[in-house]
């Protein structure tokens, strides 16, 4: 009996060892037949439509070997992305929307910390047990997930680059309305000065890569921190003279609708705050990190329309530095910013130009057009003209559009409603909307709402004063 017991267990021993193998067999098997079919639907992915949109082999998701930001690197890009040069126009925008001014740059504000927020949420797939992974990276990641890969890339791209042209034209309007009253007597007008200053940005059109301009960036942009400490200084010197019962009060609705695209057009973050996320080191709290810099940036935009006004008035320019009557220090200011504005406008142009380069013009075997580098690797004729011709599209959008704060307030009410307000939330709502509160879903619905406001003002502001005016 004891011997059967024992060659019993030793049958069972063996079946189970049996078992065992067999199952990691079939486990193996398994995982193979898993990696092959993850493999075969990702060159499916990868391929599919390649030849319109162009390959994904050059786009990095997550490059590990890449160096991280730390939180303080990170919060100077926003600043940088939500700052900028348009602080100069701070006092014509509270000028024209009066105390409605002031509230909307608050919600404005606030609506963009919250939109951004909405996007970061949208990186991360949470499971049963409440787990969280990252599973998109960009705005694009969000945008396929969402609509799909041809409708959201196509839309992704086509915003970047409105966006883009937007700020070249901005920052060419922006030297023109300040050299220009430098030299009030010229002969050649306003249009003239355009044309004259846009002759110097033609030569960007031969240049193959950025890193040959990129180096003057940093010392733009402390130069740029030290005029508004100077600007600043100048209008505290006048506190004698302030005019505080100058300040408006209230506004019609055509001003307003001017005012709320302007400043919806200086918190446009939302498209690279996903990508900024991904590059930040471990440990750094992003959502913070974004509501600290939209709360400083709020009050320094509100401060620094509020003195501008009250040292200037009602004769608040829409550029501040036009109303310096100091003037030598006038012309200091009004050349200095047109040289800042000249060495920062290459990054948006080539932005524009990097972004079709590598969705249309990589090769006939990745992209749908030929490449525009020969075998020597330089710039093809045709691919110069195409360049040229970007910047002179620049340059007729500034002859059509001379004034620097309706253009902001065109750009803001349409390409910067769909970014901050339209877009974040219908991603968010979709994806999330089975889990969400109640509460949450109506705060959405909300700003979704908002959106849609502010792109009916910037159809009446258009209609309003380029047909009804005109009649």
């Not at 320094?300 to 829409?318: A, D, M, S, Y």
């Amino acid at each position: 009996m004891a011997w059967f017991r024992q060659r019993q267990a030793d049958s069972y021993s063996t079946l189970k060892e049996e078992s065992a193998i067999e199952m990691k067999r079939h486990g193996e098997q398994f995982d193979k037949n898993n990696r092959r079919n993850s493999l075969q639907e990702i060159q499916e992915i990868c391929t599919e439509d390649s030849s319109y949109y162009g390959t994904l082999e050059n786009e990095k998701i997550v490059n590990v070997s890449e160096e991280k930001l730390t939180t303080l690197q990170a919060a100077w890009n926003i600043i940088n992305m939500i700052q900028g040069n348009v602080i100069l126009n701070s006092p014509y925008v509270l000028l024209v929307g009066g105390v409605p001014g002031i509230v909307l740059t608050i919600l404005v504000g606030y609506i963009s910390v919250h939109t951004c927020r909405l996007l970061i949420d949208c990186q991360y797939d949470e499971d049963e047990l409440g787990n969280k992974s990252k599973t998109r990276h960009t705005m694009h990641d969000i945008a396929v997930h969402n609509l799909g890969k041809r409708a959201g890339v196509l839309l992704i791209d086509v915003l970047q680059i409105m966006l883009m042209f937007g700020n070249c034209v901005f920052q060419l309007l922006f030297c023109g309305q300040m050299i220009y009253p430098l030299f009030p007597g010229n002969p050649f007008g306003f249009n003239g000065i355009i044309l004259l200053f846009s002759l110097a940005m033609f030569p960007f059109a031969f240049v193959k890569s950025i890193k040959t301009v990129s180096y003057f960036s940093c010392a733009s942009v402390v130069v740029t921190s030290l005029s508004y400490v100077g600007l600043i200084s100048y209008m505290f010197s006048k506190i004698d003279k302030w005019v505080m019962e100058e300040f408006p009060l209230t506004t019609n609705i055509y001003q307003s609708s001017v005012s709320l695209g302007m400043i919806v057009f200086g918190f446009d973050s939302q498209l690279y705050v996903n990508s900024l996320d991904s590059k930040l080191k471990e440990g750094s709290n992003i959502k913070k990190m974004i509501a600290y810099t939209h709360v400083m940036s709020v009050l320094l935009k509100i401060f620094f329309g509020l003195v501008g006004i009250f040292t200037f008035g009602q004769l608040t320019r829409e550029t501040i530095t036009n109303n310096i009557d100091i003037v030598p220090l006038k012309y200091f200011f009004n050349i200095l910013y047109p040289l800042k504005f000249f060495l920062i406008f290459q990054f948006p142009y080539f932005a524009i130009v990097d972004l079709i380069q590598e969705k249309l013009f990589q090769g006939v075997n990745i992209t749908r057009f030929p490449s525009c580098l020969d075998e020597e690797n330089s710039l093809k004729w045709w691919a110069i003209i195409l360049r040229l011709s970007l910047v002179l599209m620049i340059v007729i959008v500034c002859l059509i559009f001379p004034d620097v704060a309706i253009l902001t307030s065109y750009t803001g009410s349409t390409v910067g409603a769909f970014i901050m307000f339209l877009l974040p939330v219908y991603f968010h709502l979709n994806m999330y909307w089975r889990k969400m509160h109640w509460y949450h879903i109506l705060h959405d619905y909300f700003v979704l709402l908002a959106g849609v406001i502010v792109v009916f003002c910037g159809i009446f502001s258009f209609v309003q004063r380029e047909i009804v005016t005109r009649m």
